[in-house]
């Protein structure tokens, strides 16, 4: 049965070894973060603080800082199949006649699962009031020059204006006072967009922030998912089971029913205030931007929650994994668009819109760069800074592989492309402007004669069969 909340997780990873209670008073104003930092960088487990200085709700950090931890929270091990689940639903074509129909029962069947499913009640409705304040909760302060507290793991519902689509992202908040907040979500980003709609209409936009719930919509709300996909529908994929949802109390929203907490509000996307400093992805401050208003209407929540939260900086941090997970989770996705493409890694050390490496399979000419140009204009991949594209038989993952590659595959003139004036990430520190800046790509896959390239390809080293079996054979003799 998929982990249905935060109190399963927790279940689960304790019984794997994979959390840690610390039971001694802490801050949640720097102190907490520090530790959670602590134990990021050398791949500690999953923290929970049950003793947090003036507040009688404890926190969760580092809950899906490690592969075994998305492992067990998703319950799988090969994360593909999130992205084949959703290649098979388009390839599940719905056959004329009865008997058709039947055969295809348990396909769509296993489809409809996945449907969200919309209950009266759940255990975040054990206690809702209209008198809301961000002062009940242990909200983190994480680094010394961030401009105050910040809600760092909060599943931001809001839904299209026009087509009614669910969506769920991970957006800081930055707390003004006990009833406002600022949303950070980036231009390019979903929630953004709903925004800019309703305000195109006058309206300010409905808006919950939830904190918790399944480990899968947790996942859902930070996977760039296809365009028009309803990210309660992808979280239900991924789990194989449909999440509970129910409506939220002081506006027209649904929200996951296991949810620990949910803040109802709206956006105005008229009220723009100055956020930031924050201690971003990237490792730098990201510096004071205009964002809009959040404003809290009211709260539902359970009578003990959990508050989940993370810390973000310099990479390797917890972000990190769950950007490997998305990683793998796409590759089908992708492959459905190119279906030359072999791998794909993001290295998280590039903070996953910095660089990406793509392997493919290559048949005709210039088919690097239609890898690249394609990728450029696929949802959040539009962001990557740099794409590198190498051959098959080079591991994507091993980055010794793809220098190697670089450096004998590619003439720097010839197979770097630069293109200015793109779309950027609005973190990225070195773009001259605030989202807009230039993408590299380097094509290091093996030029042929019909990319002009004259000389002779040189043969790769290797060992022959022979010497090998005898060097094989007599190893345990040479004392080494
Ligand atoms: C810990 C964490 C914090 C994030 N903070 C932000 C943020 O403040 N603003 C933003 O636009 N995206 C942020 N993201 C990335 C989005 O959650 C991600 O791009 C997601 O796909 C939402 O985009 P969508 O609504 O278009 O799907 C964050 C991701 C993580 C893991």
Redesign the pocket.
Known sequence: MPIEDIHEFIKELEKNGELKRVKTEVDSELEIAEILRRGMYANGPAILFENVKNYDMPVLGNAFGSIKRLEIGLEMTDFTEIGQRIVDMTKLDIPSGFLNKIKKLPELSKMTDSFPKHENSGPVTEITSNNASFDDMPILKSWPNDAGRFI??GLVATKHPETGVR??????MQIIDSTHALM???K?????QHSEISKEKGLKIPAAIIIGGEPATVFS?????PEGLD?YLFAGITRKKGIKTVKCKTIDLDVPANAEIVLEGYVDPTDIREEGPFGD?TGYYTPVEPYPTFTLTGIMRRKNPIYVT?V?GKPILE?AY?GKVIEQSFLPLIRMFHPEVIDFSMPPAGWFQGIAIISIKKRYPGQAKKVMMGLWGMG?LSLTKMFVVVDEDVNVHDINDVIWAITTRADAARDTIIINNTPTD?LDPASPLVNLGSKMGIDATQKTKEEGYDREIQQQVKVDEKTKSIVDSKWSDYGL
Not at 221 to 225: L, N, Q
């Open positions: 760092t793991l969506n769920l992202g991970v957006f800081r950070h979500w980036q390019h980003k979903r929630g953004a709300s930070i996977a760039p998912v990210k992805h993370t973000v972000d769950i959040q609005t």
